[in-house]
């Protein structure tokens, strides 16, 4: 059976969210919402799973701290000592203090750029890439909200949204 | 939704829409500049065409040009460049801290404070590749391998530490400015009726749509940028002050200079910020998004920083006296009553007397006041650097290099070229780019926004 798209057009976020919540209760799943902000707890309601960007940050900056320590170990403990107004360069130990805050540095570069980067990607939030709102408005004051259903459910699943607000309904 | 208290101020004035603060916010992007906007950006430009003719000749003949000498061997290279530096320092403190502590007045004002922290630290940028002497061998300031011409770089020279820390702040800054700026340049592109228009903010909406997993992601990239951010700009100021306290200079070598460097940067960067933002809410009558309440909880900034900074000057004086060094003792005596009294007293009026001011509610809620203080403050910031280095570098421990520091015309081509080159930038900013992040305020209107409030309390 062919699969049909609703939109659902609200004005505001809270009857989206009350129509997400019947939703839900019926078992009916929701695509997508777009919005021109983010509505809080949204997520929960449309079944988002909490994002893991975060644990990636995490492991960039630990990349980034391992990095930047080996850096300095190889090249001013290892690769070449240099003995500079009597501080020499004998152990990394000793060194440890006068390196923290490059360390620290390296950590928050490589997190910061790791996580915009991996967000930009996992979006797909490239320059060029084509808007991927379905109706302009959504950036502006409109709240969509996609419902993929079939031929049967079609009727029942329109009247819901309508009922719950929505003010414009159109299947793709 | 999130409830307010009903006699909290609305951060939102006047009866708006959803759609009405698309319009507000997109209205300088899609109208005609003013003319006041073209003469404003021409005296910058000017100015800023001014420092790079200045800047080639000093990058040509030599940093001989400018009054810098033997003795003081920095001057206002390293002046401007911890000034400007500081003035950055705001954006992200407006951007992260206040993101942190969910700060919602913070929306109206982050977008244009973090666009004055990435202009702020270039300007700061070009002091810092100028002054080496040869800008055309700065590559060696980068962990290169021997062959390009040095040995390794001395990791735990502070000056080194600059390079990383500085690099750092501004590459993330520009990075969460820009994550920020997507979906209002996603609403720019959809609302746009002409066709290259819509091209250009099509590019740098980068596809923007606005679906719940990528708000999702959106969120949590702010919120673990700006907990990454935090101690990056306690860290860059900190890092900068080393400079200094790293060094056996007397009047330098001090463990204060840290938080007095950060407190100060804060201090000098919200002035900066309501320098720039009482102008920019009367010429784009944005009023209603930054309100006096905006400015009265910046100029509450301001004395809180201030104080500190008055604290830290008086515990320098103290500490000096108390150490019994007697050099160390000179270099604050002759700071205040030496050849530079005049810097040192300009300092202490402008930092240390006139934000206490703000204590009254009249003058921190004046707009004219503010405005006037915000530019004292600025004045008073570049003078405590000046301060620092100057008089400090005039009186060292041998009297026969003991000498007086005049800026030669190329040392205020080049200052008054950033300044210029900064709100150049500034000024396009705010012609092209959204300078209130509306995707924000939409979150807030109901909880803060006058009518809804007014609605509520009925």
């Known amino acids: 059976m062919s699969k049909i798209a609703i939109h659902a057009i609200y004005d505001d976020e809270e009857p989206l969210m009350e129509t997400a919540k019947e939703l839900r209760t019926k078992g009916i799943k929701v695509k997508e919402v777009f919005s021109p902000f983010p509505i809080h707890g949204i997520d929960a309601l449309i079944g988002v799973p909490r994002t893991r960007i975060a644990i990636c940050a995490f492991i960039y900056g630990i990349t980034g701290m391992s990095l930047g320590t080996l850096m300095m170990w190889y090249m001013n403990i290892h690769d070449w000592p240099t003995d500079i107004g009597g501080k020499p360069s004998f152990a990394y130990y000793m060194n440890v203090p006068a390196f923290i805050p490059i360390t620290f540095e390296c950590t928050v570069f490589c997190a910061a750029h790791g996580m915009v980067i991996t967000h930009f990607l996992r979006s797909w939030l490239i320059p060029g890439a084509k808007a991927k709102n379905p109706d302009p408005r959504t950036t502006d004051d409109k709240f969509l909200m996609i419902v993929e259903t079939n031929e049967q459910d079609k009727n029942s699943i329109e009247t819901l949204l309508k009922n719950g607000g929505a003010t414009e309904i159109s299947f793709k | ?458």
């Open chain 2, 1 to 458: 939704m999130q409830h307010e208290s009903e006699i909290r101020t609305p951060l939102i004035l006047g009866n708006k829409s959803y759609h009405q603060i698309s319009e507000d916010i997109a209205r300088p992007i899609e109208g005609k500049s003013t003319k006041l906007w073209y003469i404003l950006l021409t005296i910058s430009a000017i100015l800023f065409l001014w420092g790079i003719a200045c800047l080639s000749y000093t990058i040509g003949v030599g940093i001989g040009v400018w009054g810098s000498n033997n003795g003081v061997a920095w001057a206002w290279d390293i002046t401007n460049f911890v000034w400007w530096i500081g003035i950055g320092h705001a954006g992200t403190l407006i951007s992260a801290v206040l993101l942190l502590f969910r700060q919602k007045w913070r929306m109206g004002i982050n977008r244009s404070a973090e666009a004055m922290t990435i202009f702020a630290v270039m300007c700061a940028a070009i002091f810092v590749t100028l002054h080496t002497g040869r800008p055309w061998l700065d590559y060696w300031l980068f962990p290169l391998p021997n062959q390009f011409g040095s040995l390794w770089i001395n990791f735990n020279s502070p000056l080194v530490w600059d390079v990383f820390a500085v690099s750092t702040y501004f590459s993330v800054s520009l990075v969460f400015w820009y994550t920020g700026l997507i979906p209002d340049f996603a609403m720019i592109r959809d609302r746009a009726v002409k066709p290259t228009f819509k091209k250009i903010y099509s590019i740098l909406s980068f596809g923007w749509g606005g679906g719940a997993r990528h708000w999702s992601r959106f969120e949590e990239v702010s919120l673990v940028l700006a907990g990454l951010s935090t101690p990056l700009v306690f860290s860059v100021h900190s890092i900068v002050s080393m400079d200094f306290a790293t060094s056996v200079v007397p009047g330098w070598h001090t463990t204060i200079f840290p938080p007095y460097f950060v407190a100060g940067a804060i201090f000098s960067g919200f002035a900066m910020v309501l320098t720039l933002l009482l102008i920019m809410r009367k010429v784009y009558r944005l009023e209603n998004y930054i309100t006096i309440k905006h400015v009265e909880y910046m100029n509450i900034v301001i004395i809180v920083t201030g104080s500190i900074v008055g604290v830290a000057y008086l515990t320098e004086l103290f500490i000096s006296w108390y150490s019994g060094v007697e050099y160390e003792q000179y270099a604050f005596l002759n700071r205040a009553t030496g050849p530079y009294w005049w810097a040192y007293a300009a300092m202490m009026t402008c930092n240390v007397i006139s934000p206490q001011l703000f204590w009254f509610k009249k003058l921190r809620t004046s707009l004219t006041f503010t405005f006037i203080m915000s530019i004292i403050v600025n004045i008073g910031m570049w003078f405590e650097r000046f301060v620092i280095i100057v008089p400090t570098l005039c009186r060292t421990y041998l009297p026969s290099s003991w000498n007086m520091y005049h800026p030669t015309f190329v040392d205020i081509g080049i200052f008054s070229g950033t300044i210029g080159m900064f709100f150049t930038f500034f000024l396009l900013f705010t012609r092209y780019f959204p300078v209130i992040a509306q995707a924000e305020l939409k979150s807030i209107m109901k909880s803060s926004g006058q009518e809804h409030k007014d609605k509520r309390a009925h």
